[in-house]
């Protein structure tokens, strides 16, 4: 810093110290700890205590500025050193296991994540063997140094919270003067098809206004504005349904209309719409109250009669133009107040539905209210009705039956729904639900999230956060008696039969390598096992042979002496029953996801339940993964040859999820671990689906709380093959993506032409992340990053 940003600096701390001190000058415990912002209470006094210099219980400002000049401006080896002192909680000048697990478990808490104590404690030997040089039972400050420095991130930015005290106020302000993203060139790059798109609906809005004012120019100024406005609404009425068109949509996503019409973005053009004839509605009714009040002048009808009554005769239907005209702007206000985001998004979905049906009296209100409204009506209504009616019977053809239901973590419901056999779809499709059982005339949307190729069954995956999903999840949290099925035996005869066939299918398994995870109750119990393989060379490569297993390798495991083949646990929790309760299909419907298998380099990226469509795009993309795997004839090792089908392009799968705690990771962590069980443990030209995991709620590893559980997580993570934290392979990572360096990456890799799919829940963790990845937010288009090449980007999140 400069000599005038220190005076800036100096004076604006001293600004925080006296807000936070108050009268007397000096910070005690309680006030430090809510300065600090910190979880865990260990921290806090860890920090205070070696704040405070002279012992005194509470930190002056010249306390403070010392201690936090050194956490900023210090060199890493003081750094270092306070770090050693916060852990060396005795003061004895070194650090033993005793002391570190105590450290562990705060950090822990710290960072909102929940390990059993015997997990703790394989986290605290992990750590201290690996820095404990020198066997001496304790860590020196020597040895501290020297197992952070193999962790070089690490010692990039070593801070703590207090930091965020310290931020000059000239950044925030400087923060403020960039250039709004929708004024940027990279916005208007990105999104040249649906600017262009909407450029033309505004052009097409203007020429109809225009050319139905000239018309009518006789009547006077409102009167003009008025019929501009009514040809203007007689589009954008039809062009709302004709977004909605569903099955069209669906079979345009499979033409060369998909690039050249953001279709993709139907949703969001629907939105859009609707905006455009609230507003159109209401400069239609304001031109002619304008224009009744100046008929009034010359009339021997009142104000209230032109507004209320059919005297005037104005209108093609006995005059009824005025009376429609107001049912129709109260009902479409209406309508546009009940879709908003904060009603959709606060558990009252139901009111957005029943509000929504109203459109069918919309449009009856229209076609009396405009003799020319139903020349624009009829051709996109004959197709719209056509589509509710094979909607209706495919619905209703055949029973559809949900047999299982499986209670998740997070309240997610994951149903399992007999497949009838003429139901096709493709991944990442969706369909609307409707269950009498919990409501009788609602129809839901839902991703399908199970893969195609599976035959039998229909998989959905939702999370209680409405009226309805909630009402669903409380349904099967019912006893046995009023959900499953009222006969007792035949009840038990195919919860047997179901147990006995989930078994066979696991068994079947038993020449994989990986992790089993299975749902109990609130935990996931993951088992692991491993088998030993070989490499595939020219020559034969050692094995058991045609004959069998190695006769030693099997006395071993008799002996107990070497690893089980296989170690599987096939318990049904309370949580997992089968039922048989009646259910409506209607779908299925398109989605952008259908063009991951045209890709040769495709990321994923989602958060939370949004990932639900990427479910039945990894297992279907794991399956032509399967396909193509290659197993050795004398061993149990398998990998997969780069073979391109006509179906599936890809070369290389990135898969991003992004969650806020711990828990939120359960509930997909199974099908995941199934994901990451079927691919070879080395390929030879890398893995060919590479996940990676985030949890927003962990402090990164910059972070001075979080650093030793960062370490030991590693440390543990390389040891064991696999999270501590999810118990996947893959090592979950603290905090948010750093976008630049995922790119750049993704880049350097060279598998081909790349695609990045993305959920819109995910969107304002893009953009806080990265200025140069702003651009996120739209479909279908090409991108540009800082320093990467060319991507092409599609939002995946059709549904709310």
Known sequence: MSLDEDARWLEWVTKQFESIAGDDKEIDLEEFKTALKVKESFFAERFFALFDSDGSKTISLDELLKALDLLIHGSETDKLRFLFQVYDVDGSGSIDPDELRTVLKSCLRESAISLPEEKLDDLTLALFESADKDNSGSITFEELKAELENFPEVM??????????LKPPGLEQKKGRHT???????????????????????????????????????GGFWYMVAKGCGQCLNFNCTFVMVLMLRRCLTWLRATWVVRVLPLDQNILLHQMVGYAIVTFSTMHTTAHFMNFVHLTQNSSYSLWEYLFTTRPGIGWVWGSASVTGMVLQIMICLMVVCSSTFVRRSGHFEVFYWSHLSYV?????????????????????????????????????????????????????????????????????????????????????????SAPEQPDTLWLHIRSMGQWTNRLYEYFRQPDSQVVSTKRLSASLRDRRHQRRAQEELFKCANCNGTVASNEDDAIELTLYRQNGCRPGPGPCPGPGPQGPNPDQQNQAERGEGPPLREITAKLSENHRFCNVKCFVDGPYGTPTRQIFASEHAVLIGAGIGITPFASILQSIMYHYRMRKQNCPNCSYSWCE????????????????????????????????????????????????????????????????????????????KKEKRDSITGLRTRTQPGRPEWGKVFQKVAEEKKGKVHVFYTVEHLHWLNSSRPSVSTLDSTSTRRTFEGCPTFFLTDTSTLN
């Open 180 to 218: 709004p993203r929708y004024l940027t060139p990279a916005y208007w790059h990105n999104n040249s098809r649906k600017l262009l798109f909407l450029c033309a609906y505004t052009c097409l809005n203007l020429l109809l206004f225009i050319t139905a004012m000239l018309k009518n120019a006789e």
């Open 156 to 165: 990039e930015n070593l801070t703590i919270s207090a930091a965020n005290w």
């Open 642 to 717: 780069n073979i391109k089908d006509s179906e599936m392009k890809l070369r290389k799968v990135d898969f991003i999820w992004i969650n806020r705690d711990q828990k939120s990771f359960e509930w997909f962590v199974s099908l995941l671990t199934k994901l990451e069980m079927d691919q070879a443990d080395e390929e030879p030209e890398g893995r060919f689906l590479e996940m990676h995991m985030y949890m927003t709620s962990a402090l990164s590893k910059n972070d001075m709380k979080a650093i030793g559980l960062q370490m030991a997580l590693d440390l543990l993570a």
């Open 361 to 449: 009296w919309v449009w009856v209100l229209l076609v009396v209210h405009c003799a020319n409204f139903w020349k624009w009506f009829v051709v996109p209504g004959v197709i719209f009705l056509l589509e509710k009616l094979v909607g209706v019977a495919v619905s209703h053809m055949g029973g559809l039956y949900i047999v299982e239901v499986n209670l998740l973590p997070s309240k997610v419901t994951h149903l399992v729904i007999k497949r009838p056999q003429f139901f096709h779809f493709k991944p990442g499709d969706y369909i609307y639900i409707n269950i009498p059982d919990i409501a009788k005339y609602e129809w839901h949307p839902f991703t399908i999230s």
